[in-house]
């Protein structure tokens, strides 16, 4: 299975996992640089969480089919 990472955001993951991926490496859009130096942990909280609402949309798609 592939691992793909690199300018992945939410959006990119969804569209990934629906192709059969098992992981994706989302980086910058998970702890975007901005957020990080300005030490704003609620937009990376929400970006993680997120995140993982993609994650597990895709686990329970994968396992009904």
Not at 27 to 43: E, K, N, Q, V, Y
């Amino acid at each position: 299975r592939l691992f793909p990472t690199g300018g992945i955001d939410e959006a990119g993951a969804a569209a990934y996992f629906e192709a059969g991926v098992a992981v994706a490496g989302i980086g910058s859009a998970l702890m975007p640089p901005a957020a990080i130096a300005r030490g704003d942990t609620g937009t990376i909280a929400a970006a993680a969480a997120r995140a993982a609402r993609v994650a597990a949309q895709a686990r329970a798609a994968q396992a009904a089919q």
